[in-house]
């Protein structure tokens, strides 16, 4: 909780890209990475017609 603290408080400065990892099946680190998402301010200027940008890691499926 410390290290999410420091980041987001750091995190305007464009100085440091946190990266979370989380599990949707156990749901285990999800708190860190919501109470992260909510300590950081409000963005001003959403531009709803821009591109959207997303990585994708790794794919993968399930057998039928």
């Keep these: 909780m410390e290290d ?3 980041t987001s408080r750091n995190f305007i400065s464009e ?3 946190p990266i979370f990892q989380v599990s949707n099946v156990t749901g285990q680190n999800i708190n860190l ?8 301010p409000a963005h001003k ?9 997303y990585q994708i890691d ?5 057998p039928v």
């Design 33 to 40: 990475l919501k109470q992260f998402l909510n300590l950081l």
């Design 58 to 62: 790794d794919v993968f499926l399930v």
């Design 45 to 53: 200027g959403f531009d709803s017609n821009a591109p959207v940008e």
């Design 4 to 6: 999410v603290l420091m």
């Design 15 to 17: 100085r440091i890209c």
